[in-house]
């Protein structure tokens, strides 16, 4: 009997550790299908917030996001009658997982449907065996950075796109202190709650992990780990779009009393990647 979602390949963050970087590069090869949206959020919806995806939140980012940012002088007709398919399928209700599997639909001989939410890391135990019980084949990647370092960048994109840059001058120890530890911060920290989870909830072959650090220290080699995980064929992708970078923070160098602040944190985390047998990289000090 066929699966609901086939093959899935799922890229789970952390945020700010490279996977829109990631999600850009391995877009190129032609055995993995993107749909419209990097960051589809279905799982999150499905097993911790339904209204990560009600038809108010839809409508905003169809009209945001898909409908009125082409320009008519310049758009390609086909593409623009594919995109609004796709936003049709997005409009759809009820959203299940026949919704899920529908925004799919477009694709044609690519080996996988490709879904990168980071948001799907935050996902209970129980829902991994679920999922991987709809898939023909469940591939899951985990990438993680540098905690510290993960924290700052994380705070000041966030601080970027809210329009509060000015606090990176502003604030103090206790203002980002508790700005940093706010769950929708923090929660991106706990590298050791994700590993744990993907480890219950999923067979070893099902889930890969691997550091920030790693990939720009060897793109092409850690392109072609994750190639080999999904068991798809090499692929040449070009040096123009590995050279790229996407959705950088602001440059505004880490005040020197920030890393004493989760001190105590970053020990405990790093402890908990090597009990789940992890080797730290070197650049994480």
């Known amino acids: 009997m066929a699966k609901t979602f086939n093959n899935l390949f799922l890229s789970i963050g952390a945020m700010k550790a490279g996977t829109t970087w990631l999600y850009a590069v391995l877009a190129q090869h032609p055995a993995l299908y993107f749909a419209l949206e990097k ?3 279905y799982f999150y919806h499905k097993y911790v917030d339904k209204n990560m995806l009600s038809e108010k939140y839809r409508l905003a980012e169809a009209k945001n996001r898909y409908l009125m940012r082409y320009d008519p002088e310049k758009a390609n007709i086909d593409a623009i009658q594919k995109n609004l398919h796709w936003v049709s399928a997005y409009l759809d209700r009820p959203v299940d997982d026949f919704w899920y599997r529908n925004l799919f639909q477009m694709r044609d001989r690519e080996i996988y449907a490709c879904d990168f939410s980071n948001l799907n890391a935050q996902l209970p135990v129980e829902a991994w065996p679920q999922i991987s019980a709809k898939c023909d084949n469940l591939r899951v990647l985990y990438t ?6 993960r924290l700052w960048s994380h705070t000041k994109f966030h601080l970027q796109i809210t329009g509060g840059a000015d606090k990176l001058n502003s604030w103090g120890p206790d203002d980002f202190n508790e700005f940093v530890r706010r769950p929708h911060i923090w929660r991106n920290a706990e590298y050791g709650q994700v590993l744990r989870t993907l480890r219950e909830g999923l067979e070893p072959q099902q889930r890969k992990v691997i550091f920030y650090e790693d990939i720009h220290a060897d793109q092409r080699g850690t392109l072609r780990q994750i190639e080999e995980f999904l068991r798809i064929p090499a692929f040449k992708y070009p040096q123009a779009i590995l050279d790229r970078r996407f959705t950088e923070s602001i440059k ?3 005040p020197a009393f920030f890393p004493e602040l989760f001190a105590e944190d970053i020990r405990r985390i790093r402890g908990e990647i090597e009990a789940e047998g992890f080797t730290l990289p070197e650049k994480w000090g």
């Open 252 to 254: 505004h160098e880490m």
């Open 144 to 149: 993680m950075r540098d905690p510290i370092k």
């Open 39 to 41: 960051e589809i959020h």
